[in-house]
């Protein structure tokens, strides 16, 4: 298989099931203009957040790195009228982006975007806590205190979403000296150890080439 062919069916698919937003297609589009990275969810990956907050049916969600907030306005839609994401950006210019994509998609007064290193701006979250959903894509060194801190901020049914979890197959490697890969294990090690979570992973190959996921339950 190819990339061409892992195009060609997120493409089929997208179309399909996955009908274009004008407001997500914008900010995507913003995002762009402004320079940022591409390294936003692709759309069935964000219709896929979007559906697992309806089916948790969350109405508090915290996310851990917005970027241009693309996943972020996936997550907002998802919520009731009354419903809240906060979202978690160190980098102001990133920040500033995604705050403006918020506004003209409409969904600045659901969006709570903070700004700075998030493990300084989690502990400011136990009064908002507990959120019913988590999606953790930020630095990936990093992802141990994110899933500690996902722990902390959710309740049992929550629901933990952890990006990015494949680094092209080097997780498999147990002598990778790549902090990425490293914290993704040490993540992984926490989760299989962890009693009041209920975990697995997934490969996946589309538009983003080849990549993964990790989703836990809290159970206790
Ligand atoms: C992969 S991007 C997020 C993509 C976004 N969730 C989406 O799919 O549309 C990762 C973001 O995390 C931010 N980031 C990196 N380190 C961070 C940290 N320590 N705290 C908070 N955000 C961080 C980066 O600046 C970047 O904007
Ligand atoms: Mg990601």
Known sequence: MTQQTWDAVDNYFATQ?????PALDA???????AGLPAIAVA???GKFLYLLARIARARTILEIGTLGGYSTLWLAKALPKDGRVVTLEA?????DVARRNFANAGYADRIDLRVGRAVDTLPELRDTAPFDLVFVDADKPSNPDYFRWALELTRPGSVIVVDNVVRAGKVADPGSSDASVRGVQHMTDLMAAEPRVDATALQTVGTKGY????IALVTG
Not at 27 to 33: G, H, R, T, Y
Not at 91 to 95: F, L, Q, S
């Open 211 to 214: 990549d993964g996921l990790a």
């Open 43 to 45: 759309p069935n990956q």
């Open 91 to 95: 980098d102001p210019a990133h920040a």
């Open 27 to 33: 900010a995507l589009k913003a995002s762009d203009d």
């Open 17 to 21: 099931l996955v009908p274009s937003d």
